[in-house]
């Protein structure tokens, strides 16, 4: 793969958008106030040695919006075996030649062989370094002038993506090929029926996506079966798309029309398979892939809740949040806070806000006290699975004992047993896992009274054990995942009873009130009922 650029200016996107550092600790996110913004545009080319350079000559209209900060285009070609190389050159080459346009940069990428549609937008989403990306056809058939409606609403609604429908009204379209339509529709039902949402036109070349999502994603797929593959995981990763309508002027086989029978196949094969994949986060620093996975046992979620949710106070900050499976059973409260390290847990949780007015989403870093929200009272601070994940766990009590009032709670979650210690804590980046003793000591070293020591999840063990120190696993399986909540009204039933210890431990702490001195000695443990 060969690569050459004219005129390519690294952008970063927005600092407050990506949420990133601890400038985005003290505010809200939201609040969408924007008014343009950055898009890459990626152009996978294969064998359109008649259409490519009017397909690349139209997208300079997307200079004239004042919506667009910067438009990067990322033009692959993906092995092209007719004149496609030469007609891409001659473009280029007039590009040299003309006025600069300050709004522009170009990046020209190569594929030695065919590789498919998939791939060259994978190629092309490595060099996608805006705050959009959007995929554009080489042909004719659509228009770019439809991207800055789309544009319009990342703007305005706060989206994570937006699908160009060419069966919505209010566009115009060609009319041809009768069966190819239905096919699209048929397809778009069963894309709509895995997803549960009501996409019009699943099929639609133009999606347009936030580009540290999308890079979040791990897109597999080679051919034209990237549609649906992009559409199924955008919502499994609960995103919020958007439909606006778009022109189409579609072409017919003698005119270059490329896709036939056999890629409606291969799209249907896809919706089957995507359906039941559980791969929607490629690797990451916070675990984010083996973290989807035990998010998707609600019933255990909600057994956590009901354990943790008689200590919890009015005015809640919670730290690690994750998606706010574990806030969305613990709030409504007078204020709560959502928080994490992730950008992309981040983006997730302020798409829970409007319907909250009490709840604020914002970075909090547990290691550094200058990134919790400032000039907030704090009865409860709500820490489950954190504390073992940095270095030091007793600076980041510290911090917490801070953020609390006098006399406030902070409910801290554990994991039990570091003989326990294995191939999955090492994937969620566990330092340690802790015994009672090691707990309270630490709680008491941060200046809290040891309340309580709730043991959970006996009947946990087992399967933590098999897969983590025997199997050597690094990752729980979908079949496991959907076993544990299956059967979590009978773990809650049996757990009080196993002779087992517990997977987990719970520390209700308290800070001492005005004129009170931290306790020498820990109170008294209890065991969840």
């Known amino acids: 793969m060969s690569v050459s650029s004219q005129t390519t200016p690294r952008h970063e996107a ?106 060259a937008i ?85 999606k347009m996506v936030r580009t540290d999502l999308l890079k979040s994603i791990p897109l597999e797929s080679s051919t034209f079966d990237v549609e649906p593959e992009l559409a199924i995981k955008l919502a499994k990763r609960g995103s919020r798309i958007f439909e606006v309508s778009i022109s189409y002027s579609g072409r017919t086989y003698k005119e270059g029309k ?59 900050l919670e730290i690690g949040a994750g998606t706010g499976n574990m806030s969305l059973h613990l709030m409504p409260r007078s204020i709560y806070w959502a928080t994490d390290i992730n950008p992309q847990y981040l983006d997730y949780l302020s798409k829970l806000r409007p319907t909250r007015p009490y709840m604020r989403v914002g970075y909090t870093n547990a290691m550094d006290g200058a990134t919790f929200p400032q000039g907030q009272s704090f009865d409860t601070v709500v820490c489950l699975n954190v504390v073992e994940h940095v270095e030091d766990d007793t600076g980041a009590l510290r ?58 999840n006996r009947a946990g063990v087992p399967a933590w054990w098999l897969n983590a120190r025997v199997l050597r696993r690094r990752k729980f399986g979908l079949g496991q995942i959907r076993m544990l909540n299956a059967l979590t009204p009978f773990f809650r039933l049996l757990d009080p009873c196993l002779p087992l210890p517990p997977l987990s431990l719970i520390a209700i702490l308290r800070k001492p009130g005005k004129g009170e001195f931290p306790s020498a000695n820990p109170g008294p443990n209890a065991a969840v009922p």
């Open 14 to 119: 927005d600092p407050e958008r990506r949420a990133t550092g601890p400038s985005f600790a003290s505010r809200a996110v939201g609040e969408n106030a924007r008014t343009s913004t950055t898009l890459s545009v990626i152009v996978p080319v294969y064998n359109e040695q008649y259409l490519v350079e009017t397909s690349l000559g139209r997208l300079r209209v997307l200079g004239e919006s004042a919506l667009l900060d910067q438009v990067k285009i990322i033009v692959v070609d993906d092995g092209s075996s007719d004149g496609t190389p030469e007609a891409i050159e001659r473009f280029r080459t007039s590009l040299e030649s003309e006025r600069k346009e300050p709004k522009f940069s170009w990046l020209w990428v190569r594929h030695k062989k065919n590789s498919g549609k998939g791939a």
């Open 399 to 456: 911090n917490v004992w801070n953020a609390l009032e006098d006399a406030g709670t902070a409910v801290i979650l554990v994991p039990c047993g570091p003989w326990l210690h294995g191939s999955l804590d090492e994937v969620l980046g566990h330092h340690r896992r802790y015994t009672e003793d090691d707990l309270a000591a630490m709680a008491r070293q941060a200046g809290f009274q040891v309340e309580k020591i709730l043991k959970f």
């Open 258 to 316: 490329k896709i036939n029978w056999k890629d409606g196949v291969r799209a249907l094969w896809a919706i089957f398979h995507y359906a039941t994949s559980g791969r929607i986060y490629t690797g990451d620093e916070h675990g984010s892939a083996i973290l989807d996975r035990l998010n998707r046992a609600p019933r255990f979620t909600g057994w956590m809740a009901d354990v943790v949710r008689p200590y919890i106070g009015h005015r809640v």
């Open 122 to 206: 994978r190629t092309g989403l490595s060099h996608a370094d805006t705050e959009l990306v959007v995929i554009h056809d080489a042909d004719l058939e659509y228009h770019p002038r439809d991207l800055i409606k789309m544009v319009e609403v990342f703007l305005s609604e706060d989206a994570d993506a937006v699908f160009g429908s060419r069966f919505m009204p209010g566009g115009y379209k060609r009319a041809l090929f009768f069966r190819h339509a239905l096919g699209n529709k048929l397809l778009t039902f069963l894309c709509d029926l895995v997803c549960d949402l009501n996409l019009t036109d699943m099929e639609t070349c133009y």
